[in-house]
C-alpha cells in the first residue's frame, strides 16, 4: 500500500492506494457519529456494494452501534444534476440521519462529485469519505475537495469546495472497469505529465500499453504519481487562485464538447483528450511548444486509443459561445491552460483573439 496525505493543515487527509484496500482500519477511523450512509450508483453497487458494507460490519461492537443506509442512483454524467442531489437528500432525511452523519461516496467521479456536494450542503455540511472505483476518479476528481453537479448551460457550475476525510484507492476495483472508462482516466493521468512533470509523461511513453492491459504494480504507480501531483498542487492552492487552475489543462475546450454532446456522449476524459490536444495546438500556435513536443503529446493521446478529434457537427462559432460560458471565465475573458513545454502549464488570459479562434478552426473548420 502507498500513502499521501493532502497537507491542508487541521483539514488534512489521507489517501491509500493499493490492492484490496477495503479495509475496516482504512475507513473506520474516519467516520464520525453512528450513522453512514453509502452512495453509489447501479453499476456499482451489484460489484462492491455488500463487500464495502462487511468491511464496515467486521468489528461486532461498532457494527452494533452503526446505522447502515445506502442509496443507489443511477449511472451517468447526464443524472449529475440538482434533481439527482435532491434524491440523495430525500433518503437521508426519510432515515433521519443527523448532523454527525458521514456519506461515503463508493463509485466513479459522478457519485463522489454530487456525494461530496450533498456533505457539503445536507445540515450545512457533514463528514464525507471518498472511496473511488474508476481510474479517473483515483487519479483526479476524489482529491481536492470539488464537488458540485452540471447544468444544461454548462459543466460544474453549481458545486462547493469541500474535502473529504480520507480517500481510498482500492486498484483492484479497475478489473471490472469497462476498457473505454479505463482509457478516460488515462487521459487525466497523461495531464499530469503535461503540466507538471516531464519525466512521468516519457515514463507513460514507456509503460502506457502495460497501462492498457492494467498491469498492477504499472496501474498504482500511475495513480500514486498522479495523486501525488494533485496533492501538492491542491496544498499550495486550495481554492485555485493561481496554481491549482493548472489542473484544468485541456478542460475549458472539453467541459465546451459535454456541454454541447448534452453530458451523455462523450465521457469526461474522451473530452478533455480533445480539449488536450486543442490546447497543444494552440500552445504550439504561441510559439511555446515545438511542433515536435506538439505530436508527442497528441500522438499519446491517439496510442491511448482516446478522440484527438471534436463531435461531428460542433462548429467554432459552438466552441467559443459554450467556452463563454465557462465558470473559469474572468471578466469576459476565456482563462485556459497552455504548456510552455512538456511538464510547464501556464494558466493565460492574455493571448491574440485570432489565435484562439485559429485553433478551434483547426479542429471545427471555419
Request: aromatic residues 10%.
Amino acid at each position: 500500500m502507498r500513502t499521501l496525505t493532502v497537507d491542508l493543515g487541521d483539514r488534512s487527509y489521507p489517501i491509500f492506494i493499493g490492492k484490496s484496500q477495503f479495509k475496516a482500519e482504512n475507513l473506520l477511523p474516519y467516520i464520525k457519529g453512528k450513522q453512514i450512509m453509502i452512495v453509489t450508483n447501479e453499476t456499482v453497487a451489484p460489484l462492491y456494494l455488500e463487500k464495502f458494507k462487511q468491511e464496515l460490519l467486521v468489528d461486532d461492537i461498532v457494527a452494533a452501534e452503526k446505522q447502515i443506509g445506502e442509496i443507489v442512483l443511477p449511472d451517468g454524467e447526464s443524472y449529475k444534476n440538482l434533481d439527482t442531489i435532491n434524491s440523495i437528500f430525500d433518503g437521508l432525511m426519510q432515515d433521519n440521519f443527523d448532523r454527525k452523519t458521514t456519506l461515503i461516496a463508493l463509485g466513479g467521479g459522478v457519485i463522489g462529485d454530487m456525494t461530496g456536494f450533498a456533505a457539503a450542503c445536507y445540515r450545512r455540511g457533514v463528514n464525507f469519505i471518498q472511496v473511488p472505483t474508476t481510474l479517473l476518479s483515483q487519479v483526479d476528481s476524489s482529491v481536492g475537495g470539488k464537488t458540485g453537479v452540471n447544468h444544461p448551460l454548462g459543466k460544474n457550475m453549481i458545486g462547493a469546495f469541500y474535502q473529504p476525510q480520507v480517500v481510498v484507492a482500492d486498484i483492484t476495483t479497475l478489473d471490472t472497469l469497462e476498457d473505454r472508462e479505463l482509457r478516460a482516466g488515462i487521459a487525466e493521468v497523461i495531464k499530469y505529465g503535461f503540466i507538471y512533470d516531464a519525466e512521468f509523461f516519457a515514463w507513460l511513453e514507456e509503460n502506457l500499453n502495460k497501462l492498457l492491459q492494467r498491469d498492477y504494480d504499472v496501474l498504482e504507480y500511475a495513480v500514486y504519481r498522479s495523486c501525488q501531483i494533485k496533492a501538492e498542487i491542491v496544498a499550495k492552492d486550495e481554492l485555485e487562485h493561481g496554481i491549482r487552475a493548472l489542473l484544468n489543462f485541456g478542460h475549458t475546450f472539453g467541459h465546451a464538447i459535454e456541454t454541447f454532446t448534452g453530458y451523455s456522449q462523450w465521457l469526461h476524459g474522451e473530452a478533455i483528450a480533445t480539449g488536450m490536444c486543442m490546447a497543444l495546438s494552440m500552445s504550439q500556435l504561441m510559439g511555446w511548444l515545438t511542433e515536435e513536443d506538439a505530436q508527442r503529446g497528441i500522438d499519446i493521446i491517439k496510442i491511448a486509443q482516446l478522440p484527438a478529434d471534436v463531435p461531428e457537427g460542433m462548429s467554432t462559432d459552438d466552441f467559443v459561445r459554450l467556452m463563454q460560458a465557462d465558470k473559469k471565465v474572468l471578466d469576459g475573458v476565456v482563462r485556459l491552460v497552455l504548456i510552455k513545454g512538456i511538464g510547464e502549464g501556464a494558466v493565460v488570459d492574455k493571448y491574440a483573439p485570432e489565435i484562439f479562434r485559429e485553433t478551434i478552426e483547426q479542429y471545427c473548420g471555419k
